[in-house]
Nanobody, 116 residues
Framework: QVQLAESGGGLVQAGGSLRLSCAASGSAFSINVMDWYRQAPGKQRELVAT???????NYADFVKGRFTISRDYVKNTVYLQMNGLKPEDTAVYYC??????????WGQGTQVTVSS
């Protein structure tokens, strides 16, 4: 069982920055992929960014050039650096991990609010 704990959300003005963190913990495991999703009120959860064990990253079009996903393999922590935030980025951001090839788990989410 792997557990994820997010942190770093908060309130920021448009154009500002935030850095989200997600730490994975539990018994012996091997992370395959870690992702960030977000869900705004009344909308479906959507994929924001992905990073594989090999360091390959992918981003949703709506965050390309603004967000950067990275991973600390020693700490088993994934980060999402968010720059140039827009009001439409307001959402609950969730960390997600796939591990031991066939398993997945979700964090509880952290609120990001961007004011105009």
């Amino acid at each position: 069982q792997v557990q994820l704990a997010e942190s770093g959300g908060g309130l920021v003005q448009a154009g500002g920055s935030l850095r989200l963190s997600c730490a994975a913990s539990g018994s012996a495991f091997s992370i395959n992929v870690m992702d960030w999703y977000r869900q705004a009120p009344g909308k479906q959860r959507e994929l924001v960014a992905t990073i594989t064990i090999g360091g390959i990253t992918n981003y949703a079009d709506f965050v390309k050039g603004r967000f950067t996903i990275s991973r600390d393999y020693v700490k088993n922590t994934v980060y999402l650096q968010m720059n140039g935030l827009k009001p439409e980025d307001t959402a609950v951001y969730y960390c997600h991990a796939r591990y031991d090839d066939d398993y997945e788990t979700w964090g509880q989410g952290t609120q990001v609010t961007v004011s105009s």
